[in-house]
């Protein structure tokens, strides 16, 4: 195969990514832990990711079935969840590949009950129930006739009961903001351990795995913890939001590299780029970036980021093309081929973040990594000094 000649690529620290996890597993011990892989990995790269972490998880999660699918067909043989919604025809493809079906709607209950019955063997069920968010069919007002129509199924494995979290940003309440930093959170949860005492009342156990917390609850609640927690993007290294405790160090995994492919004194009254919209006001050195909004560096970002040259901060100049982009070196050299960091920590210390490409671009963090292109090669190393 031919190595990804271009010279824009991500950089994606596997050793970073273990001791993320090892990290969370010292804060949540002795709950298990699913890590989410959904979206490529937050644009991580799946297939470097997923091989190199399995070991150390102990389950894994997806958003769609065909994310699962493709993990099996790469070789992984851990549980996997689907966590997003899923339409009854396609119960076999979750028989037939070993995958863990999110049960919500009574009517995939229905179709994993029968289809399990014609198939001789059990599909592993999670029942969802959704405490605030609206997003899943069953709300835990209702919940009830859900996990009622579950203990009618004879031939399904209900391994699991979960929900989602809505809400990591907002601080709402002050007295259970000091406490956790966290407060619609706190309303889903009472509501889920109302959910469970469906098993007491009856005398019956709970599923195996009861699990409830995305990154900011595995920071900022640690009643949510259960059997098992589901890290997302903190498991890349990333903080979900401003506001959440940073009670788990852990580290950016993901190193977005470039190098520069023109550099050239640009002269006052010569504007740069599309539109015309920056022209310097005195001669300065202009450097091209090959890396643009189809890599997933933001359009709308143009004129705000700042760019590492040679280990020194700069601003990116003028609209960010399709594939390229320009930035302003002021005074100071540069060549064909000098270092360039859009995301991510340099030899001299200087850093840009996910943080700081979100806030650029007016979005968060997860859309800022999972918008980095296919076309952007994904190179994984293995580097103890992160
Ligand atoms: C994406 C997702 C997570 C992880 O969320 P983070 O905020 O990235 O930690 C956890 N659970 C479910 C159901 C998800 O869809």
Known sequence: MTPPLRPTHLVINLATLKNNLAAIRARVGPANVLVMLKANAYGHGVDGVAPFIEPYTDYIGVAVLDEAIHLREIGIRKPILVAGGTLPEHVPWFLEHDLTLTVSHPAVLDAAERLSTAAGRPVKVHLKIDTGMERAQTRWYEAESL?????????????????????????????LTKKYGYSYASDQLARFNEVLRFYEK??????????????????NLP?????????????????????CLRSVEIHPAATWKSQVVASKLTQPGHPVSYGSLWVSEKPVRTVTIPCGYADGYFRRMTNQPQVIVNGRKYQQVGRICMDQCMVNLETDPAAMGDEVILLGKATSGQQISAEDLARWAGTNPYEVMTNIAARVPRLFIQDANQ
């Open 223 to 243: 009643e949510s913890y259960f059997d098992m927690v589901r890290p997302g993007v903190m498991f890349y290294g990333i903080y979900p939001d401003d506001e």
């Open 147 to 175: 996990l009622e129509a579950s203990l009618r199924c004879q031939h399904i494995d209900i391994e699991g009961l979960y929900t989602h979290f809505a809400n990591s940003e907002t601080l709402e309440t002050p007295d």
């Open 202 to 219: 009856h005398s019956i156990p709970r599923p195996r795995i009861v699990h409830t917390a995305n990154s900011a609850a595995i920071l």
